[in-house]
């Protein structure tokens, strides 16, 4: 299940998850974040427990996506310990995503 990040629970949620959590940056309008999007919520499916997975809309939420130096969606950030470990931009094969995340488990 992936959780709905915004400024109100973006630092429980993330920065003081007790697991890995993966953030995807989108917005509504970026055809590339729908193109991945799929491929996110299986992940978040097969690594519950040991992930957590949220998305933010940066229109939404710009002062966040500033805060991580989001400047090109999609922008994928595996946060551990509320570091940044990992970061993928643009779209990519989902298996591409799964070896990224297991690195970080």
Request: net charge negative; glycine share 4%; with cysteine.
């Amino acid at each position: 299940m992936e959780v709905k990040l915004d400024s109100d629970n973006f630092k429980a949620e993330v920065v003081e998850s007790p697991i890995p959590v993966l953030v995807d940056f989108w917005a509504e309008w970026c055809m590339p974040c729908h193109a991945i999007a799929p491929a996110v919520a299986e992940i978040a499916e097969k690594y519950k427990g040991r992930l957590k997975v949220g998305k933010l809309n940066v229109d939404d939420h710009p002062q966040i996506a500033s805060d991580y130096h989001v400047v090109s969606i999609p922008n994928l950030k595996i946060f551990k310990s509320g570091k940044i470990v990992d970061e993928l931009i643009g779209t990519m094969p989902k298996t591409e995503l799964v070896k990224h995340v297991e690195k970080h488990l």
